[in-house]
């Protein structure tokens, strides 16, 4: 069965998913856009290098993947997917993302890891019902104070990027769990990080902090603190070695 019978038969029987991964896709037929009732739609691991305006007609989208393919920019007309809950969109070229995606507020997982992300747009402290957030492999050198608004957030992945701090606002976002930004430049973690309420692993290897603020033994949850390969000049805070429950690996 060919892509456009594919596409036909899922027409006819009101399909909510459809899978057209690893399809050798390099364009996307209009008559994919037809199919109002999609919920579900798996493009992964095609040769797809952008995706068409069009893609705006599927209202009813709640689950998109676009993972493992060569998109480069991505349409303004994806904001107009109000009911997207997941995004995928790991290994590909993304350098940006359009401002209007802060308007998916219905977000609950983003995926954007290991593209060329350059920069983040404010508008994703819009994105307040996310709950897992993946940019670790971009070339991100900063990330936004709006970030701090995603008071749903529990995972966030920073890894590998181009870091040189955090922002402070990191510590508003109350369910924040699990935060892993190893394989950046930063220099320092900021005070302010002692208010998480209930961080449970701050993973923080590879990067050129030198010192950990004694705050930190002030984050009640706190379980796993990792330093690995860093420069760190002299002890922890014996607030912080003494701290109970607390594993600490440098």
Known sequence: MNILECIAKAKADKVKSLDLSDKHLRLLPPELFELESLEELKLDENLLVELPEEICQ??????????ENDLMMLP???????????????????SEIPETLGKLIHLQ???????QLLDLPDSI?????????SLHDNMLSAI??????LCNLSKLYL?????????????????????????????????????????????????????????????????????????????LPKSLTGKPGLRIET
């Open 58 to 67: 599927l209202k009813n989208l709640r689950n998109l993947s676009v993972s």
């Open 144 to 149: 936004p104070e709006a970030m701090g608004k």
């Open 159 to 235: 890894d590998n990027n181009d870091l040189v701090s955090l922002p402070s606002s990191l510590s508003q976002m109350d369910k924040l769990e699990i935060l892993m930004a190893s394989g950046n430049k930063l220099a320092a973690i900021p005070e302010s990080f002692g208010s998480f309420k209930n961080l449970r692993e701050l993973v923080l290897d590879e990067n050129e902090i030198e010192y950990a603020p004694a705050s930190l033994a002030d984050c009640k949850t706190l379980q796993i603190l990792s330093l690995v390969s860093n420069p760190l000049v002299g002890d």
């Open 125 to 133: 402290g819009n994105w307040v019902n996310v709950t897992k957030l």
């Open 109 to 115: 997982k983003v995926n954007i890891a290991r593209n």
């Open 76 to 94: 303004d007309s994806l904001c107009e997917l109000s009911k997207l809950e997941n995004l995928y969109l790991g290994y590909n070229s993304l």
